[in-house]
């Protein structure tokens, strides 16, 4: 069983910083890929970035690359999304997401942070 917690989000204003935390409850290195999502109210849950933990590959939501940037601190179990330059459209729910090795879709989901980003 995999369980994840996210943290860091709140409230900033337009053009603040966040840095998003995903801890897993297991080794991060054992997965096969660890992902950010978001859902903004009203609107479906969107991906914004993921990270193979088998060679740290980085794959983007294309109209947010440059401003989100995915890592990982296997040390800590940890996942972090940091976000840069956060307009009101970044408002949403951040959640993180694992795919394990051998599957295909995101199996396991963390409860979500709240980013709010006022103008």
């Known amino acids: 069983q995999v369980t994840l917690g996210e943290s860091g989000g709140g409230l900033v204003q337009a053009g603040g910083s966040l840095r998003l935390s995903c801890a897993a409850s297991?080794?991060?290195?054992?997965?096969?890929?660890m992902a950010w999502f978001r859902q903004a109210p009203g609107k479906e849950r969107e991906f914004v970035a993921s990270?193979?933990?088998?060679?740290?590959?980085?794959s983007y939501r294309y109209s947010l690359k440059g401003r989100f940037t995915i890592s990982r601190d296997n040390a800590k179990n940890t996942v972090f999304l940091q976000i840069y330059g956060l307009n009101p459209e970044d408002t949403a729910v951040y959640y993180c997401?694992?795919?394990?090795?051998?599957?295909?879709?995101?199996?396991?989901w963390g409860q979500g942070t709240q980013v709010t980003v006022s103008s």
């Open positions: 990270i193979r933990l088998d060679d740290d590959s980085t």
């Open positions: 997401a694992t795919q394990l090795p051998g599957t295909v879709t995101y199996d396991y």
């Open positions: 297991g080794r991060i290195d054992s997965y096969y890929r």
